[in-house]
């Protein structure tokens, strides 16, 4: 199912539209406001992300520049401006469409599909990190050219990080996607988890280069 991150400030319309693109199978997440989004795009990676230009704090133009660095998920902006120079404004900053306001809730549906087949494909089922390639087919590691052997946690700890590079990904976070949302043991298992990954991917495990601790956040990997 298609993930669809929703921003928009206005409660009605955020409702209405989220409403209609579950109704036609997408799953939904929302925010009303442009930090929030942020944070949401990072942590959920979702397929499609439909923003409005106008949001408190973060507008959709930042955001949609800071994402664009980050990734290549389609984004299609929402506005009441419909002027030439505010969609070349919009299309500049990285976003692939650009809707004005008022719209149908069906040309939205059909501007999302048409963004989810534009959208590039992954490029097989291998992550590269520097010198480390995760393959996730096999469930193979390798550093430079050589295999390095994991547990089943820690193949799943490393290609978590390794899916969001770059990003802060706190303990909750990879607890709920490596042990579940049922996880009931002590969190500090992921530091245990980022030890012995350490002791196998870098050079000096006590000042690790690829693996790094964002002190009262999490765990980020370079």
């Known amino acids: ?19 209609h693109l579950e109704s036609e199978g997408f799953r939904v997440i ?4 442009g930090d929030t989004a942020l944070e949401l795009a990072r942590r959920e990676q979702p397929d499609v992300c439909v923003f409005d230009v106008m949001l408190p704090g973060l507008d959709g133009l930042s955001l ?17 401006r419909g002027a030439e120079i505010d969609r070349v404004i919009g299309l500049e900053s990285g976003a692939d ?32 990190c520097g010198d480390v390639s995760l393959d996730l087919a096999a469930r193979r590691v390798y550093l430079s050219d050589q295999e390095v052997k994991l547990s089943h946690k820690e193949f799943e700890l490393l290609a978590t990080l390794m899916r969001n590079k770059g990003a802060v990904l ?53």
């Not at 929302?30 to 406001?33: I, L, P, R, V, Y």
Request: proline share 7%; charged share 30%; net charge positive.
């Open 97 to 128: 469409d650009y809707i004005v306001k008022p719209f149908s809730l069906p040309e939205l549906v059909a501007r999302v599909r048409a963004a989810l087949r534009r959208a590039p494909k992954p490029h097989g089922d291998r992550l590269l």
């Open 1 to 19: 199912m298609p993930v669809v991150l929703l921003v928009e400030d206005e409660a009605t319309l955020l409702g209405l539209v989220a409403q």
């Open 30 to 33: 929302q925010a009303s406001n």
């Open 170 to 222: 706190s303990r909750e976070f990879l607890i709920t996607q490596v042990w579940g949302y049922d996880f009931d043991g002590d969190p500090r298992t992921v530091d245990v988890h980022v030890r012995w990954l350490r002791e196998k991917l870098e050079k000096d495990p006590s000042h690790p280069q690829r693996l790094q601790t964002v002190r009262g956040v999490g765990y980020r990997i370079d």
């Open 64 to 80: 949609c520049r800071i994402l664009r660095k980050e990734s290549e998920v389609p984004i299609i902006l929402l506005t009441a």
